[in-house]
């Protein structure tokens, strides 16, 4: 009896790459794609511009502070963009201290968020403080640190008074090393 062997057929070899290597070519195209796309961010930070430039915005008239009060103002982004909703609308604590010379007003402003990690406080006028809920932070009237996990006193923001109206530098959320220049 003879025995026929079968031979494997031959595997093509032209030009024609075979399947691992079509996509491994399709997988580093890709990814390449991604990479592109998700470097355009870090680009335009690297080229572009880094830092907003703050613009004033308008509280409310003089005449609507009493002495010795503190009131929490709410007042929009000047960076607000249509999706930003209820988040683009910034808090600041005034407390008016009145004139200090003819035609002088005097105000304290506050950031919102505690000096220890940002947490937005509380104002208590029973007691005169301002409270942290979350760690237990306190402040004083004036914004000095009472008690607490805080390093610091409340940051102050930036204002001045236009055309009888209150109004702060914004956007800008004040810290140590990043302070905008002085009252204009």
Known sequence: MTHHETQPSPIPCGDTPGRRTFLGRVTAALSAVAAAIAGIPCVGYFLGSHKP?????????????????TRLMTFDNPLRQPWDGMTAETNVYVRYQGNDLPEQEQFLVFAVN????GCPVSWFPQSGLFMCPCHGGVYYANGERASGPPPRGLFHCQWRVKEDHLEVQSPHYPTLQDTLEKKA
């Open 53 to 69: 430039a703050a613009q004033w915005v308008r509280l409310a008239p003089l005449k609507d502070f009493q002495v010795g009060e």
């Open 114 to 117: 505690c000096a220890h990690l």
